[in-house]
């Protein structure tokens, strides 16, 4: 099971830096994105990292890119995204998920790419 780590409240323009682990997985098995689903929006796919057994590329939305970064840390089973410049538009429950398919391909932010998913961790970005 994944686990989505690291939300909270935040003023616009802060950072936050969210965390996707696995007790029971190896997470550099799978290719890992995260998504956000805002109140009575659809889920929105907005990063995704490759294995790094395989090519180990980063695919960004365009509502996120060069604001947000994933990373991996191999050594401590973990994914992050380091959230900055973030608006309240960026306000939603975040959501990390492992997809088999070790590459991110073109369709990264298709949901149903992904084979496993943990509960979600809510960003508030509010003055």
């Known amino acids: 099971q994944f686990v989505a780590s690291g939300g909270g409240l935040v003023h616009p323009g802060g950072s936050l830096r969210l965390s996707c682990s696995a007790s029971?997985?190896?997470?550099?098995?799978?290719?890992i994105g995260w998504f956000r689903q805002a109140p009575g929006k659809e889920r929105e796919g907005i990063v995704c990292?490759?294995?790094?057994?395989?090519?180990?590329?980063?695919r960004y939305a365009d509502s996120v890119q060069g604001r947000f970064t994933i990373s991996r840390d191999n050594a401590k089973n973990t994914v992050y995204l380091q959230m900055n410049s973030l608006t309240p538009e960026d306000t939603a429950v975040y959501f990390c998920?492992?997809?088999?398919?070790?590459?991110?391909?073109?369709?990264?932010?298709?949901?149903?790419?992904?084979?496993?998913w943990g509960q979600g961790t809510q960003v508030t970005v509010s003055s």
């Open positions: 029971a997985d190896t997470l550099d098995y799978y290719a």
């Open positions: 998920a492992g997809s088999n398919v070790r590459v991110c391909g073109p369709y990264y932010y298709e949901h149903e790419l992904y084979d496993y």
């Open positions: 990292i490759s294995s790094s057994r395989s090519d180990g590329i980063t």
